[in-house]
T-cell receptor, first 110, second 112 residues
Framework: SQQGEEDPQALSIQEGENATMNCSYK?????LQWYRQNSGRGLVHLIL?????REKHSGRLRVTLDTSKKSSSLLITASRAADTASYFC??????????FGTGTRLKVLA | DAGITQSPRHKVTETGTPVTLRCHQT?????MYWYRQDPGHGLRLIHY???????DKGEVSDGYSVSRSKTEDFLLTLESATSSQTSVYFC???????????FGQGTRLTVV
């Protein structure tokens, strides 16, 4: 079964708006990661947040982690058309295998 | 891009034939993974390796086997391909057990 589940499944916004997507997971983790996948390509790592961290920033990306609720959110600020992609969270289930969710498809309209 | 090469990139095969996909890395990373990606299912882990000759099953390992005889190569074999194994297969590598993973470009496999 999937460890991480992203919400919403699909999101459509205007360029310049912020995009927020959420991830829920089931078991304890060492870290949670977010990846981006452009159509027809492999996944690209965006950011890793460890279980003892609550928030992390990287450029226009902001990730939060709430281990008590077993959830994380990814915020993309001032979105651009180039941000159009699918976004996945991945957790390690406390082991060394990464389990991915089903992803959020983000479309940024110019 | 991290040094990961998947081969072949595309393959069409017939039901019942064996198929081997190759993942080759030049990063000397210890951990290697095989995933399949299907609409509505996201990425599902098939098998992974935590060292040479050290492998373990993932979520959807039935019908698949793997081998890793050297650090740089991780092979995924479909013993007898079925139509349900039509998918896009991704290889990934990571340096440590809790570090970022780097993905290959994928192999699109069609079983007819």
């Amino acid at each position: 079964s999937q460890q991480g589940e992203e919400d919403p499944q699909a999101l459509s916004i205007q360029e310049g708006e912020n995009a927020t997507m959420n991830c829920s997971y089931k078991t304890s983790i060492n870290n949670l990661q977010w990846y981006r996948q452009n159509s027809g390509r492999g996944l690209v790592h965006l950011i890793l947040i460890r279980s003892n961290e609550r928030e992390k920033h990287s450029g226009r990306l902001r990730v939060t982690l709430d281990t008590s609720k077993k959830s994380s959110s990814l915020l993309i600020t001032a979105s651009r058309a180039a941000d159009t992609a699918s976004y996945f969270c991945a957790t390690d289930e406390g082991t060394y295998k990464y389990i991915f969710g089903t992803g959020t498809r983000l479309k940024v309209l110019a | 891009d991290a040094g990961i090469t998947q081969s072949p990139r595309h393959k069409v095969t017939e039901t019942g034939t064996p198929v081997t996909l190759r993942c080759h890395q030049t990063e000397n990373h210890r951990y290697m993974y095989w995933y399949r990606q299907d609409p509505g299912h996201g990425l599902r882990l098939i098998h992974y390796s935590y060292g040479v000759k050290d492998t373990d099953k993932g979520e959807v390992s039935d019908g698949y086997s793997v081998s890793r005889s050297k650090t740089e190569d991780f092979l995924l074999t479909l013993e007898s391909a079925t139509s349900s194994q039509t998918s896009v297969y991704f290889c990934a590598i990571s340096e440590g057990p809790h570090t970022e993973a780097f993905f290959g470009q994928g192999t699109r496999l069609t079983v007819v």
